[in-house]
């Protein structure tokens, strides 16, 4: 079964995340805070991955896939448990603390935020 990480995730949003990914046949592992140090591969039982004695928080709500689920996505958009921050678990990833995870998500947040604030033209656009 493919599986989902959450982070930070509470509530009513993280019951909506959790039924929706057990309807969808995937399984939701909810990540203590004392975990947020070891690496996403660890996380999800990857071999070759050890935990990590460094402990590391963040605040963010994090959600971390172990592949695309699209119809997932869908359902937490359309019914109010959104996540900003979403990856997809890669090979160079897995060895990333969910810390780290966050930081670049942050980075890569804010660098599309910035794109879309700027009034630019599209220089393949043609202007009206």
Known sequence: MTRVLLYNITGEKLTKIQTAAGLLGL???EVPEDA???PIGFMLGYEGFTPSDSPE???EEMLVMETLCSPLLD???KNGAAVALKAVVT???SAWSAAALCRELR???EAMRACA???SV???KKKK
Do not use: D, L, T
């Open 27 to 29: 399984v939701a592992i």
């Open 107 to 109: 980075r890569e947040h």
């Open 122 to 124: 599209h220089p393949h």
């Open 75 to 77: 359902y937490m958009r």
């Open 91 to 93: 090979e160079q990833n």
């Open 117 to 119: 604030s700027k009034k």
């Open 57 to 59: 928080s963040f605040s």
């Open 36 to 38: 947020f140090g070891n």
